[in-house]
């Protein structure tokens, strides 16, 4: 996506109408732009349409309105592009990516990146995340118990939420003050509402309690049940 702001000459106080032009064309590119990533497609595109398009256009529409009193403020332009004829993204690849998203949201994200993915498994699915979060970052948590060794080297079982944006554990406040057994492996997080137990690595102890984080991957194992488990809370 590129986007440009060119003032015009003619300048009013302020503009008092926004107007929008949308032409869609269906292009015929030669194999090598075609097997381009979607930035570098972009990027191509933008240099064959050149000035002649990027600024004629505003200019000629300028003269135009004109003719009418009517002056051009300001103007910017939208250049995106999809491959047609693409399969879709695979399901368990968005969940794989964003495990914190609804059964809508998870459309949303297929249909914008439709067409717009590497050829990359890995980069596909790190793209899908960056889209993934920059829709939704709010923190999405449910209650589950920690279940841990303490230094002390009993097992407790430690009151918590965990938040299906990033993995984060926090500890409920009653809770913070108790110390872990360091280099105790993978910690068991339990969360009942979901009838899953999943897999937390523990990296230490702060003022705000342990520091326990899921990894994505393990969240999207159990991603049905989670989300279900959030929408009911």
Not at 181 to 201: C, E, F, K, M, Y
Not at 218 to 233: F, K, N, P, V, Y
Request: net charge positive.
């Amino acid at each position: 996506m590129r986007e440009a702001h060119v003032p015009e000459r003619r300048a009013m106080s302020s503009a008092n109408v926004k107007a929008r032009i949308s032409f869609d064309f269906d292009l015929q590119v030669p194999p090598a732009l075609l097997a381009l990533e979607h930035d570098a497609l972009l990027k191509a595109l933008h240099a064959a349409l050149g000035s002649t398009v990027v600024q004629g256009m505003p200019t000629v529409s300028a003269k135009q309105l004109g003719k009418s009193g009517i002056a051009l403020v300001r103007h910017h332009y939208h250049l995106d592009a999809a491959k047609l004829g693409m399969q879709a993204i695979p399901r368990g690849l968005l969940v794989t990516a964003a495990p914190h998203l609804t059964d809508a949201e998870l459309d949303t994200l297929a249909k914008s990146m439709a067409g717009k993915t590497p050829n990359s498994e890995d980069e596909t699915r790190r793209l899908l995340r960056r889209k993934a979060l920059a829709m939704v970052s709010e923190l999405r948590t449910v209650e589950c118990t920690v279940i841990a060794r303490l230094s002390s080297g009993a097992t407790a079982e430690l009151a918590a939420t965990l938040n299906l944006a990033n993995g984060g554990v926090i500890v409920a406040e009653k809770d913070r003050q108790q110390r872990l057994q360091s280099n105790q492996g993978l910690v068991p997080i339990r969360v009942d509402r979901a009838g899953a137990t999943l897999n937390a690595t523990f990296s230490g102890q702060t003022i705000s309690g342990p520091v326990l984080g899921v990894e994505v991957a393990e969240i999207a194992a159990h991603r049905d049940a989670l989300i279900t488990a959030w929408q009911s809370r």
